[in-house]
T-cell receptor
């Protein structure tokens, strides 16, 4: 079974803090993704990575950066957290070989106060 | 961009009832997935179904790509089926999510 894990289920941070959200997958997938989910807005793509050290902006990259130093790990960074970044963050991975199927982690519910 | 619409937006069922959820998409797509988001927020893969019909226990799905829709059937619903059901389609490399159907199953 594909497993995608995220470092925290719940996180509370203060405005201005630097925040790291970690995602790890164990299936040797090349592609990894970060989404945020907000009521009424659905899931929106923040960043994705085709492979190690590669990154592409998604639909809402402002205020975020990412790091992919190892194939299994994809980190989302909030350089200076703001209250409008309070959200549910979901990580996903996918093999680029035969199937487009994406697998999601359990999510991190981040609150910025 | 591609629009993905799901219907109905909300569905309330009594345990044991059957239901059909619909997903319409506005343009040709490469592939399609159905997910169940449980009350804790996790997105669980139900089907990866670019075309045709698949079945997994009480759930089945059909995608008619040429007519730009997919259907998810839930039979003999259980309270654990409650949550939000999303379809998502691929546009090149990006997954575009539908608006979701919120299902509540009561005993």
């Amino acid at each position: 079974d594909v497993k995608v894990t995220q470092s925290s289920r719940y996180l509370v941070k203060r405005t201005g803090e630097k925040v790291f959200l970690e995602c790890v997958q164990d299936m040797d997938h090349e592609n990894m993704f970060w989404y945020r989910q907000d009521p009424g807005l659905g899931l929106r793509l923040i960043y994705f990575s085709y492979d190690v050290k590669m990154k592409e902006k998604g639909d809402i990259p402002e205020g975020y950066s990412v790091s992919r130093e190892k194939k299994e790990r994809f980190s989302l960074i909030l350089e200076s957290a703001s209250t409008n970044q309070t959200s549910m963050y979901l990580c996903a991975s996918r093999s680029r070989d035969s199937s487009y199927e994406q697998y999601f982690g359990p999510g991190t519910r981040l609150t910025v106060t | 961009g591609i629009q993905v619409e799901q219907s109905p937006p909300d569905l309330i069922l009594q345990e044991g009832a059957n239901s059909t959820l619909r997903c319409n998409f506005s343009d040709s797509v490469n592939n399609l997935q159905w997910f169940h988001q449980n009350p804790w927020g996790q997105l669980i893969n139900l089907f990866y179904i670019p075309s045709g019909t698949k079945q997994n226990g009480r759930l089945s799905a059909t995608t008619v790509a040429t007519e730009r829709y997919s259907l998810l059937y839930i039979s003999s619903s259980q309270t654990t089926d409650s949550g939000v059901y999303f379809c998502a389609v691929y546009n090149t490399d990006k997954l575009i999510f539908g608006t979701g159907t919120r299902l509540q199953v009561f005993p």
